[in-house]
Each structure stands twice: as C-alpha cells, then as structure tokens.
C-alpha cells in the first residue's frame, strides 16, 4: 500500500509556474527584491493582516535576525517544547537559552511560570505558537512589560492564524514565519519576519541583505538571507490556494476528532472559540496505562504499515546534547513539556489526505 506521510506539500498549478518562470527568465532578473518579491510581500501583508513583512530564505534565519535587530543579549526565556530551530537561533546569537515549562492545554510556554526563570541578565521572551495555537499573548507581554523584556514570537507554524479577527502575528516585538515545503503555506523553502513599523521594516530588509542602506553604506553587519524570485513566484501562486488547502485540512481534523472521541486513552486538542485555526498539525497524546499501547509502539505500528506519523517535538530542545546541561534543562524544571514530549504523536495532515487514507490511519489508531 501506498505511503501515507505526515504531510505533502501544497504545489502551484505547473502550467501557472512555468508562465511566471518564462517572466523571470525574460526579465533576467531573479533575486534581490525583484518585481515577484515585492508583490509577494505586498499579498502577504494584505492575506495575514499585518502592517509590515519582510521575506526570507527559510524560517531560521528571521529568528536570528530579530535578535540581531533587538539587539537581545544575556539570557531568553524559552520553550523547550518546538523544533530546535527555536533554540538554535540564541545559540547563534551567543545568547543563553532558559527553558520554561510549557501549558498542557496548549503545548505553549506558560506565562504563569515566567516570572521564576528571569535574572539580571533576562532580555527577551522567545514563545512559539506550537501546532499553530496560540500562545496566551496578553499574558506574556504583561511579564515582558513589567520587566523591559522584549518578545520574539516564533511563530512558523501559525500562518494565517487570527484570534478574534486579529492576526496573531501583531503580537510582541516581531513575529518570524517559515514557508518550509512542510509547512500549511511553502515556498519550497522560505520565511519572513512581521514588523510593526516601516523603520523596523528598513532595518530589517537592510539586514537580511548584508546590511547595505544604498550601493555604497553599510550600516550593520548583516546577513545574505534574500527570498529569491523563483520562490517569490511559486508564493504567489500558492496563496491564491491557501484557503482552500486550510479547508481542507480541517475537514481531516474534524474527522479525527469525530472518529477518535471515544478511543480511551487518546487525547487531542479542540478548537479554540474566537480562533482561526490552520490546522498545521493534529497532535494526539497517548496514555498508555488506557490505551494498552505506548505511544512508541503505535508509532512503530502505524510505521510497520507505511504510515507515517511523527513524534514532534520529541525529543525536547533541552534533551539535545547542545543544550541538556543547562541548568534550566532538567526534568524537575520541565515536567509537562517532558510529559507531553513523550506521548504525543502528530498525525498525517494536509491538504491532500484521501477518505481512504484517513480511514487507513483511524484505523491503525482503533486496532486493539
Ligand atoms: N521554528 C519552528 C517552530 C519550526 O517548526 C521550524 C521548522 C522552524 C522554526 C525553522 O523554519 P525553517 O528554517 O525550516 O523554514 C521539518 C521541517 O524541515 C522544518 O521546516 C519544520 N520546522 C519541522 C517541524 O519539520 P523534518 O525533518 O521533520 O522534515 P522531513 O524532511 O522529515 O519531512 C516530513 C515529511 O514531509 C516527509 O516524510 C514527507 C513530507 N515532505 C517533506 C519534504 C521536505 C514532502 O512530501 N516533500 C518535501 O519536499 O523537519
């Protein structure tokens, strides 16, 4: 049988793609903020709601730029619960990770616990909207006001989600995107970064292109990390059917939900009142006492079938070697990002899951 993966990505019309090559290739122009990359960032802007965006090559590099602009020092406060992206970025930025634990009832970094983990040498919060949920934004900016910190959301999975008509990419400081092939919206690959300001907009656009303002000043040692026309093409196309592909993936949700209700000792989350979600992901958590099978083996299960969830984010950020001996990367401090880590499972979501495919995956989940 045919493999069914955690996700496909969402490709333009090849006939349309290849109209917009022919353009590139007779306007020979095809990187550094050409005609496509403007019209890309002005869409964008217009479909997220946001006042300012700023493409880039991928969804790591708007994360280390941000810094950069912020100029974030000393120690941030974290999740240990995302892809290592997350905490790579401070680490390329010299900069200590603390690991904070996270809320079970989102995967997110819970404001509650903030407070403890800040210090003298405490700059900035780096939350992520895991899954696409959001983070308890009003919560973490009082922290962050009350002490001068900035916040850096990372927000690479929440493309396209609002709360109460909003874009949850307003939130904080700067919110960071990634337009990865795996992601609900792709450029192949791609990112960008969400600003509030047009001087924020200019330094950022000056950064990401080595920091040069005009062909003779450079204002800040910046970084190459240009989206390029090719890709801002393909995003184009794309965005025109994001909508549908949302759609569509939560129509697989609202079955998995339908169909998994009653399977004791799985558990999911549930939509949240007043939130566009973009349904990027479908996290189940296994309780293995309930269950009979540990969430280890019903991945190895569903694998021996050809079908492929994923065990994201496990492991932790704080379990890797680069950072498991921090002192904020113990067990004690992190209990629930380490309970979540070990029992969730993302099942297989996108656009372009079949009846018959979904029903091959319940059906491996139901399989006493
Ligand atoms: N912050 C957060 C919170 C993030 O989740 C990420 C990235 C970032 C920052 C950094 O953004 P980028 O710099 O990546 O733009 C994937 C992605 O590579 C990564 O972008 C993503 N998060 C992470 C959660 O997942 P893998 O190693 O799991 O992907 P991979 O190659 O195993 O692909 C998964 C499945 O997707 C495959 O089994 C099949 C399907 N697939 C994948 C690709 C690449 C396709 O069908 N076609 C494809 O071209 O990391």
Known sequence: M??????????????????????????????????????????????????????????????????????????????????????????????????????????????????????????????????????????????????????IYDAAHAFGVEVDGESILNAGDMSTLSFHATKVYNTIEGGAMVMHDEQTKKRIDYLKNFGFANETTVVAPGINSKMDEVRAAYGLLNLRQVDAAIEARRKVARIYREELRDVPGITFFEDM????????????????????????????????VDVLGRRYFYPLISDFSTYRGLPSATRENLPVAYRLADTVLCLPMHHALTDREIERIIGCIKKP
């Not at 979600?277 to 019903?298: C, M, W």
């Open 2 to 151: 045919e493999q069914i993966t955690v996700t496909s990505p969402l490709l333009p019309d090849l006939e349309e793609f290849n109209a917009l090559l022919k353009e590139i290739w007779d306007s020979k122009w095809i990187t550094n903020n050409g005609r496509f990359h403007k019209q890309l960032e002005k869409e964008l802007a217009s479909y997220l709601k946001v006042p300012y965006i700023s493409l880039f090559t991928n969804g790591t590099l708007p994360l280390i730029t941000a810094l950069q602009a912020l100029r974030v020092t000393g120690e941030v406060i974290t999740t240990p619960y995302s892809f290592v992206a997350t905490t790579h970025s401070l680490w390329w930025n010299g900069i200590k990770p603390v690991f904070v634990d996270v809320d079970p009832s989102t995967c997110n970094l819970d404001p509650s616990k903030i407070e403890a983990a800040i210090t003298p040498k405490t700059t900035a919060i780096m939350p992520v909207h895991c899954y696409g949920k959001p983070c308890d934004t009003k919560a973490i900016q009082e922290v962050a006001d009350k002490y001068g910190l900035k916040v």
């Open 273 to 304: 009142p007043g939130v566009r979600h973009n349904y990027s992901y479908f996290p189940i958590f296994v309780d293995a006492e309930k269950y009979g099978r540990t969430r280890d083996q019903l991945y190895f299960d569903m694998k021996s």
